[in-house]
């Protein structure tokens, strides 16, 4: 993925959450230079990779493959502190987050609303036994009520609605009639280890440096400083 591309689709998420009144934490909006000027004082920041995500899954297809994200919380591995995490998610039309499931993490994804009539669409199967999409009924529960579906099913959230995907759960979403605002609030999240694609693809894409990094990515503000990262 092209660093120019990273650049674009930050500032677009960043215009989107503030057309839409979702008000980012100041660290949104530092620089690749204010991150190497900070000491230990942003070592919760580095260490649970918080901040701003984008990624094509490796594709070259991002308008067709791809995800904007903001990390806003997150806990240890370890569960010694937060045993929670919050994003915010940037989903665009008809752009897909392909299908993958969680071992670990349980999560409810929200329609957060907006300004427009942005619905997300969340297709779903069950996991088999040998990591494939098992054609077995299914069970979830959307905002408190539990509903069964069938394999392969497609749950649409409206502004304000949301559903919970527990472990094994394959899922898959995009936006629809618009660009979606999209919340996720789950146990500790971590993407190095606890996301697994049905079609083995990296959760992080690498990046062809054709321009500078107008803000850096959740996976670089640990080594900011030391690999020169937006010089």
């Known amino acids: 993925m092209k660093r120019s591309e990273i650049n674009h689709s930050i500032g677009e998420a960043a215009a989107f959450f503030a057309d839409n009144h979702f008000v980012l934490p100041p660290y949104s909006d530092w620089t690749p230079d204010e991150w190497r000027r900070l000491g ?41 502190g937060k045993v929670y995490a919050e994003k915010i998610m940037f989903v665009r039309e008809n752009q897909v987050t392909p299908f993958h499931y969680h071992v670990l993490k349980t999560e409810d994804i929200i329609n957060r609303g907006g300004k427009g009539t942005g619905k997300l669409a969340v297709q779903l199967y069950n996991s088999s036994p040998e990591g494939g999409l098992a054609e077995t009924p299914l069970t979830v529960t959307c905002d408190g009520i539990r509903r069964k579906l069938d394999a392969g099913a497609t749950v649409i959230l409206g502004p304000g609605e949301s ?57 670089e503000i640990q080594d900011a400083g030391i690999r020169g990262l937006g010089d």
């Open 163 to 219: 559903i919970t995907l527990t472990p094994y759960l394959y899922h898959k979403f995009w936006a629809v009639e618009g660009d979606g605002l999209i919340g996720e609030v789950s146990s500790v999240n971590d993407d190095a280890t606890d996301n697994y694609f049905l079609d083995p693809l990296p959760r992080f894409p690498e990046i062809e440096e054709d321009e500078a990094p107008v803000r850096l990515l959740c996976t």
């Open 40 to 80: 230990s004082e942003a070592e919760e920041l580095r260490r649970l990779k918080l901040g701003w995500d984008v990624t094509d899954f490796n594709s070259g297809k991002f308008s067709e493959l791809g995800l904007t994200l903001f990390t806003l919380r997150n806990g240890p591995p370890t569960g010694r």
